[in-house]
């Protein structure tokens, strides 16, 4: 397929997509806002006063969301390879959150505590070859189980995105070892076609 098929296609989907219009008129930064707020709408993850950690936040319609949910009581850190424009009640960090450095930058700007709420939305640069992204997708979702020992508090909740396909059920054993509760959700704004789910983990245990 050319590239430019490709991307008038894409531009297509885009102009039919009814959470792309949505997303637009109400001023969020990306339509992937629906996705959260559709499993928040189930699940009641986001708390009034609660410490909320996004990796992968950019451009930044997860916190917008999470910002407005928690309020000027509660905190939000942004983390993203990716620059973020300001958000009101948002400490952005740019950087890979797998670098120590960036790590030691998120523990910091937690404060005293750790995250109540670690939500993940992350993708690794998709090259179309799914025996390269896969694995890699599998890795990115391993590194954020293996960070929450310092960024999660017991008893806290993740939400993260996976990429359906080899190696999740694998992972999936791994998060039932640090979650008491894990579910499954495909929100109505993830599109069919999507390889993508996101996990529920509740009850941090570790
Ligand atoms: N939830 C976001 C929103 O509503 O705007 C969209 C997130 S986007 C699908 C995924 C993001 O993950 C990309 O911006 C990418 O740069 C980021 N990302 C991927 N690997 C990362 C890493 N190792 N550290 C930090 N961010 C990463």
């Known amino acids: 397929m050319s590239r430019k098929s490709s991307s008038g296609r894409w531009k297509q989907r885009q102009a039919r997509d009814p959470f792309v219009r949505q997303a637009h008129a109400g001023g969020w930064r990306s339509r992937a806002v629906f996705k959260l707020a559709q499993i928040d ?18 451009p930044g319609g997860w916190s917008q969301y999470a910002a407005g949910k ?22 952005r960090i740019r950087g890979d959150f797998t670098d120590e450095k960036v790590l030691e930058q998120i523990i910091d700007a937690l404060g005293a505590g750790k995250a109540d709420l670690v939500l993940c ?11 390269v ?46 979650f008491a509760s894990v579910r499954r959700r495909k929100p109505a704004a993830s599109r069919s ?3 993508e789910i996101y996990l529920v983990a509740g009850n941090y245990r570790l």
């Open 70 to 91: 928690v309020g000027r009581g509660g905190r939000v850190v942004a983390v993203d390879l990716l620059p973020i424009e300001a958000i009101d009640g948002v400490h």
């Open 41 to 58: 709408e189930r699940e009641h993850l986001l708390q009034r006063g609660a410490t909320v950690l996004d990796l992968g936040a950019a």
């Open 121 to 131: 939305d992350m993708a690794p640069n998709i090259s179309g070859n799914s025996s």
């Open 193 to 195: 076609e999507s390889r």
């Open 133 to 178: 992204d896969q694995p890699r997708s599998i890795r990115l979702a391993e590194a954020v189980l293996q960070a929450a020992q310092r960024l999660l508090k017991p008893g806290g909740t993740m939400l993260i995105k996976l990429f359906q396909g080899e190696g999740v059920e694998e992972l999936l054993q791994e998060v039932r070892v640090q």
